[in-house]
């Protein structure tokens, strides 16, 4: 049996007998005298177990004067208990330093829960990655305050930066959700400013305060019918659908992508995938249209179609000859 295994055995003949002498242990754990020592002092220093040795009776017994103690995680399995530590490391790599803070105390528990040293848990960090590749990362502390007021269903006021309009703008919102698209946190808010629906990127977000008011509520329906039925992160009400063609070539990864949870995708006979999406911004479409080059064409609507166009003329220009 595992380590954790043994740490919920060990407790339950405690509980179960009143007094557990030191071979009953050994025959019931099926273990060495030194391991058996060592899982009793990880038991009493690191899980806090109030584990003493009664001479008179010769045997082991928790100490009541310390009340009703119950092992920490006892109802994890080894492999759950793994899962957790692997989560932790996914959610510091996701946005280092962002999360860390909050989760050090649950980090420390799972860890305890696994019976964990800090060699086990420096091996799962080794062997799990995530990369955050051209991530931009929000100021922990607008990211802290913006989750409470999401939480406690409070106002913020935010002092927000436009990259489109190259400006900044002041406004009071109604939090409704976080949302971590493409490496980079956003806030889907109600704007009391605009009176609608908008989405800030966190990282654009220069100063922010949450105030007393209390969060107007959004309908998730209201929410979902905004923000997920148009395409990408520009959301809104589905205005168009788009039609790709991918050559055969490129069909052999994009057929396997979703790029929308209503889109329609199908093979032709020459094997060019076509893909049919709606959308209601073009701007993020277009560019992942356009990163797949010569490998992709748009069909329709004529208005994509052109604005492709126009975007591959321009940058062919810059490499045309002087």
Excluded at 3 to 8: D, G, V, Y
Aim: contains cysteine; aromatic residues 8%; negative net charge.
């Amino acid at each position: 049996m595992d380590r954790t295994e043994r740490f919920q055995r060990m407790v339950a003949l405690l509980k179960a007998r009143r007094v557990v002498s030191r071979g009953e242990f050994l025959e019931a754990l099926e273990v060495s005298l030194a391991t058996f020592k060592r899982d009793l002092e990880y038991l009493r220093e690191r899980l806090g177990a109030p584990i003493v040795y009664d001479r008179e009776a010769g045997g082991y017994r928790l100490d009541e004067a310390e009340g009703c103690w119950e092992l920490p995680g006892a109802w994890f399995t080894a492999s759950e208990a793994h899962a957790l530590l692997t989560v932790e490391v996914l959610l510091e790599g996701l946005e280092p330093g962002l999360l860390g803070p909050r989760i050090a105390a649950l980090r420390e528990r799972v860890r305890a829960m696994l019976g964990a040293d800090e060699r086990e848990a420096e091996a799962v960090r080794r062997r799990v990655r995530v990369l955050g590749v051209q991530a931009r990362g929000p100021d922990p502390e607008h990211f802290r305050a913006v989750a409470d007021a999401l939480l406690a269903r409070r106002r913020l006021w935010i002092r927000h930066y436009s990259r489109v309009r190259d400006e900044e703008t002041e406004r009071e919102v109604s939090p409704q959700r976080l949302v971590h698209y493409r490496n980079t946190w956003y806030l889907d808010a109600w704007c009391h400013l605009r009176g609608d629906l908008r989405s800030f990127a966190l990282e654009a977000i220069r100063a922010v305060r949450v105030l007393e008011e209390a969060a107007e509520e959004v309908a998730e329906e209201r929410l979902d019918a905004h923000f997920a039925e148009g395409y990408g992160i520009f959301a809104g009400p589905a205005k168009a659908v788009a039609h790709l063609r991918f050559t055969p070539e490129r069909a052999r990864w994009v057929a396997a992508e979703r790029w929308h949870p209503r889109q329609r995708g199908w093979f032709d006979e020459a094997g060019c995938y076509h893909l049919e999406l709606p959308y209601s911004d073009e701007r993020e479409l277009v560019m992942d249209v356009l990163r797949h080059g010569a490998e992709v064409e748009v069909l329709a609507p004529r208005a994509l179609r052109a604005r492709v166009a126009a975007e591959l003329e321009a940058a062919a220009a810059r490499y045309r000859e002087p």
